[in-house]
């Protein structure tokens, strides 16, 4: 099962702080435990490896009729 | 198990100096207020421990003493070594000579001028630990003279010592 997730989608920090960098300036963020963010200067396979391995974020919870982060693909079911 | 950014990444130690909106101000060599990037010339950084005392009162016949634990907590001073060539290894926007930089910051007396530095040994890639010193409080205590004559683009060797009130570990992220 490949887990694909987001950029656009919002994550919640649960292993903080965070640094965030902005790409035009070089200068960072810290976000805190609780906060949440879009992580759209990041690919894809670098949001599964925070959220997977290192469990640096979590998905946030969707709000009602919100768009899901992420989505599975299986390669088969029984 | 699949690479993961980090894996893929160098393991040069990453050094940043903040240039704040404080020392744009102050400084007239510098007009943009950003975050230089200056790994190119750093040898090595240490400092950053932190200390904190816990006082062990022993009343005369116990075994175990009565702790008294300070809540202050300390950071030893952080010590930065770079080798560059002087009028040459220029960085950022405003192009900043480094030694000539400190040199011009380390004799302002008229503001406290704090020049926070972020840095990861670990390369500061995503998901690498990185560690920052005080925003506002850190300030130079120490900038030694250039040493000269190292290698054969005759790169002098300086050390920069910063005294912070603070040191925040995060996650690139």
Request: charged content about 25%.
């Given at each position: 099962?490949?887990?694909?997730?987001?950029?656009?989608?919002?994550?919640?920090?649960?292993?903080?702080?965070?640094?965030?960098?902005?790409?035009?300036?070089?200068?960072?963020?810290?976000?805190?435990?609780?906060?949440?963010?879009?992580?759209?200067?990041?690919?894809?396979?670098?949001?599964?490896?925070?959220?997977?391995?290192?469990?640096?974020?979590?998905?946030?919870?969707?709000?009602?009729?919100?768009?899901?982060?992420?989505?599975?693909?299986?390669?088969?079911?029984? | 198990?699949?690479?993961?950014?980090?894996?893929?990444?160098?393991?040069?130690?990453?050094?940043?100096?903040?240039?704040?909106?404080?020392?744009?101000?102050?400084?007239?060599?510098?007009?943009?207020?950003?975050?230089?990037?200056?790994?190119?010339?750093?040898?090595?950084?240490?400092?950053?421990?932190?200390?904190?005392?816990?006082?062990?009162?022993?009343?005369?016949?116990?075994?175990?003493?009565?702790?008294?634990?300070?809540?202050?907590?300390?950071?030893?001073?952080?010590?930065?070594?770079?080798?560059?060539?002087?009028?040459k290894d220029t960085i950022g926007t405003d192009l900043i000579d480094f030694g000539e930089f400190l040199d011009d910051l380390a004799v302002v007396t008229s503001s406290d001028?704090?020049?926070?530095?972020?840095?990861?040994?670990?390369?500061?890639?995503?998901?690498?630990?990185?560690?920052?010193?005080?925003?506002?409080?850190?300030?130079?205590?120490?900038?030694?003279?250039?040493?000269?004559?190292?290698?054969?683009?005759?790169?002098?060797?300086?050390?920069?010592?910063?005294?912070?009130?603070?040191?925040?570990?995060?996650?690139?992220?």
């Amino acid at each position: 099962m490949t887990t694909k997730y987001d950029p656009k989608a919002d994550y919640e920090v649960v292993r903080g702080p965070v640094s965030i960098k902005d790409p035009k300036t070089n200068n960072r963020t810290l976000l805190g435990i609780g906060e949440k963010t879009k992580l759209t200067h990041l690919e894809p396979h670098e949001i599964a490896f925070l959220v997977e391995e290192k469990r640096t974020y979590r998905v946030a919870t969707a709000t009602a009729g919100g768009k899901g982060a992420r989505t599975e693909t299986k390669g088969g079911e029984g | 198990m699949a690479k993961t950014a980090n894996a893929t990444h160098g393991k040069r130690t990453k050094v940043e100096a903040v240039m704040t909106a404080a020392l744009v101000a102050a400084l007239a060599s510098l007009t943009t207020a950003e975050t230089i990037d200056w790994s190119s010339v750093v040898k090595s950084i240490s400092g950053g421990e932190l200390t904190r005392t816990v006082e062990k009162e022993y009343v005369t016949g116990d075994d175990t003493p009565i702790l008294s634990y300070d809540t202050n907590i300390q950071y030893s001073d952080i010590v930065i070594v770079f080798l560059y060539t002087n009028g040459k290894d220029t960085i950022g926007t405003d192009l900043i000579d480094f030694g000539e930089f400190l040199d011009d910051l380390a004799v302002v007396t008229s503001s406290d001028l704090s020049l926070p530095i972020i840095w990861s040994v670990a390369g500061g890639a995503i998901g690498d630990e990185e560690r920052l010193s005080s925003a506002t409080e850190t300030f130079v205590v120490g900038l030694t003279a250039p040493v000269g004559g190292v290698g054969d683009n005759a790169k002098v060797q300086r050390t920069l010592t910063l005294s912070t009130s603070q040191v925040t570990k995060a996650t690139v992220a």
